[in-house]
């Protein structure tokens, strides 16, 4: 019978269960098991060994208590008996136990990607919150991508693993809608483009499938154009946000059908100095066009040069023009 256990045990880790499900599993098991127990108990008081069935109904009733316990704590609302010892326990022996269901969201928040991807290490300095506008085009990129992720098992929108009735209770205690997503996903890739006078954001699941999805409307307390001239402006995140989420409603939950988003965070640096920026760049190639086109009789003649006061004319003899002279004979 042990060995049974020990082999559904082991069968179990190589299963990738919550915390919580485990427990109700290992619960049901003991629960099982124990009373195996009971009838080793009853086999040696039937064969008048009175000392060790005492002994097996004891560690009956020990177990049978704390499956009492685990069973109002995994499998009811209460969690709590008002007969448990385990904090007396913890207290003699010194244990600091862990709670099973705070283990278990510490879990699922580990699984998810989150907002740790980056386009390299960044100093918190360096941000500069960024506002985004939605184009209906790019509203439904970003529902696309988001999908796509979702089928990849890259992105779980699965309200972390909660129960309608945990959902239910989550709701009552923090008075907020449970959204789908845990927390803001990385999108796998991202980049920042400028269009004419635009900021674009691209993203996707790589380079090759990119899609716009957002505009860049303000960044910090400037304009997305006013920043393009005072700082060079580099892309260091971006993450999908939103989605479903549910809510009580008369009967029940009510799933609230929420569009996916996207929020981003800008890295800059000051332009030095020196540097001139992307619309002086242009009218500088501008100039240098208008220049290059002048009419020959606008510019200074290839004979005059010019010395530190001014111009002055050239050594160089002019050419003489030998159409007007008549030879004598």
């Known amino acids: 019978m042990f060995t049974l256990f020990d082999m559904i045990r082991s069968s179990l880790s190589y299963v990738n269960l919550s915390t919580v499900l485990k ?19 009853f086999r040696f008081f039937q064969n008048g060994f009175w000392g060790r069935g005492t002994l097996f109904i004891l560690a009956f009733l020990v177990i049978l208590y704390f499956t009492y316990l685990n069973i109002l704590y995994y499998f009811t609302k209460s969690k709590k008996s008002k007969y448990d010892i385990s904090p007396w326990i913890e207290k003699v022996l010194h ?29 918190n300095e360096d941000f500069l919150p960024a506002t985004v506008v939605h184009t209906m085009e790019q509203r439904d990129n970003i529902q696309q991508i988001a999908a796509e992720l979702i089928r990849m ?30 927390a803001p996903v990385a999108l796998p890739y991202f980049e920042l483009t400028r269009k004419g006078n635009s900021l674009i954001v691209y993203g996707g699941l790589n380079q090759i499938d990119r899609k716009e999805i957002a505009t860049v409307k303000e960044v910090g307390l400037l304009t997305a154009r006013e920043a393009m001239k005072r700082y060079q402006l580099y892309l260091a995140t971006a993450v999908i946000t939103g989605g479903p989420e ?39 190639v501008t100039n240098s066009t208008e220049t290059s086109s002048t009419p020959e009789h606008l510019t200074r003649s290839q004979h005059e040069t010019f010395d530190e006061f001014g111009p002055r004319q050239s050594t160089q003899a002019p050419q003489k023009h030998w159409r007007s002279q008549k030879y004598k004979h």
């Open 153 to 182: 098992d890259y992105m779980k929108a699965d309200y972390q693993g909660l129960n309608e009735e945990e959902i239910a209770e989550k709701i009552q205690t923090t008075g907020k809608p449970v959204p789908a997503l845990s």
């Open 95 to 123: 244990i600091q136990s862990k709670d099973p269901m705070t283990a278990a969201e510490e879990e699922r928040k580990e699984m998810a990607p989150g907002y740790v991807q980056t386009n390299g290490i960044f100093k």
């Open 246 to 284: 549910k809510i009580n409603g008369r009967t029940g939950l009510i799933e609230k059908d929420t569009p996916y988003g996207v929020q981003v965070q800008v890295a800059y640096r000051e332009r030095a100095a020196e540097e001139p920026s992307m619309d002086q760049r242009r009218s500088m």
């Open 23 to 41: 427990n109700r599993i290992y619960t049901i098991l003991a629960g099982i098991g124990n009373f195996y127990l009971l009838y080793v108990a």
